[in-house]
Every structure is written in structure tokens, then in C-alpha cells.
């Protein structure tokens, strides 16, 4: 028994040996396959950094954007080829060379940019007179939002709409002691009624011919009206 194991013993450590070899090859060629490669895209006029450029590795689901200042940072193989697309620019590509040496390249990416021809747009009135006086008169064109806006900081709306709203909590305080304030003026006797008073009177009728009790003067019956009639 102790012959077959000094006899086995040989065979087992070759094979380990091969094994550990092989490991060692596959792990010492897989970085010299792999580069990393850090860069930066550039207008080719100006030399402006280009952001938002999308670096994709070709026929690969992998790329990165480049920064706001145009840099970015890849890591591909030695002979792929990197696709560089922007909005408003040329597409480029670039072929990793699979002579390069070393883990790390640097590169400067020039992006030229690209017209676009848009197809021509002719804005035509409508076909007839009579159908642009029909859409003049009936139409209804919804206000947007600046005229809305106009509209309901309008000073004669906001005073309308302030008759409407209730007393805040300072209105109501101020009133209520301006309301105690009175009652304190004439505590232990009745207070005077001005439905006798002349002077009460004559304030009445100043005000009736002024017109202030007219209907178009009264702001509620106003802030009611425009509401009516404004198309939100």
C-alpha cells in the first residue's frame, strides 16, 4: 500500500503542476489583452470640450458619456473599435491598435460638427375669405398661461375677490377689538342710532347721487361678470 502511494505521488504533483501553469498563462494574458484608455472630446475648430458624447464599444452593449468637461474613461480590449456620437456632430470611430504597449492610452478626440437641412415649411392663411372671417368671429382661443396670469393680478379682480374672501385671523383680531373698543366707549347706556341722524342722512344721499349704489359700480357684481365671460 505505501509502494502505490510513492508510486501515484509523482503523477499527482505533474498534474498540479500542469494545472498551476495553465492558470498562471491565462492570468498573466488576459491584462496584457485589456487597456484602459482615458481621453477627452474637443471640437476640432475651437477646441471646446464637447460633453454628453457617447463612447460605445462597436458590436459590444458597453460605452460611457464623456463629462462636462469632455472626459471620459473606458475600458475595452486591445483591437476593438470605440464609436463616438453626439447630437449636432459627426459620428467618429477609432480602432484600438493591438500593437500598443501597456495597460493605460491617452487621447484627444476632435468632434466636427454637422448641419442638419430641415424640409421645407410653407405656413399658408386659410384656403378661403369667407372661412377666415367665420374662424375670426366663432373661434375660441384659449387663453394661455401669461394672459391668465395678467388677468387674475389684475388690481380691480383682486379688490373684487377680496369681498368675497373671508377675514384672516389679523383682519378678524382687528376687528373684534375695534368692536370692544366701541362697546367700551358706550358701556352703561344705549348706543346712538344714526337712523336719526342728519349728518347720517345727508353722507346717504351724497353717495345715491354719485351713482355709488349702482349696480356696475359694485365690485362683487363685477368679479361675477368677468368670471362669466373669461374662458380658462
Known sequence: MQYMKLRFAPYWLVSFFCL?????????????????????????????????????????????????????????????????????????????????????????????????????TIIRPLPTREQFDYAFKHWRIPNDNYELARRNTDAYVLRAIAYTLPRDGRE??????????????????????????PLAWGEFFEAWKRGDFRRDNNPYNAYNTYNSSTNY
Open 20 to 120: 498551476f501553469s495553465g492558470l498562471t498563462a491565462s492570468a498573466q494574458s488576459v491584462p496584457d489583452n485589456v487597456i484602459q484608455i482615458d481621453g477627452v472630446t474637443m471640437t476640432a475648430d475651437s477646441l471646446r470640450a464637447v460633453p454628453d458624447v457617447t463612447i460605445q464599444v462597436k458590436n459590444k452593449n458597453r460605452g460611457v458619456e464623456s463629462e462636462y468637461t469632455g472626459v471620459f474613461s473606458l475600458v475595452c480590449y486591445k483591437g476593438d473599435t470605440l464609436e463616438f456620437t453626439c447630437v449636432g456632430f459627426r459620428p467618429k470611430q477609432f480602432v484600438v491598435s493591438k500593437d500598443l504597449k501597456g495597460e493605460y492610452y491617452s487621447m484627444i478626440q476632435l468632434m466636427v460638427q454637422d448641419t442638419f437641412y430641415l424640409p421645407e
Open 172 to 197: 378678524q383680531q382687528a376687528r373684534l377689538m375695534q368692536q370692544q373698543a366701541r362697546e367700551a366707549v358706550y358701556y352703561g347706556q344705549q348706543q346712538p342710532m344714526n337712523i336719526l341722524n
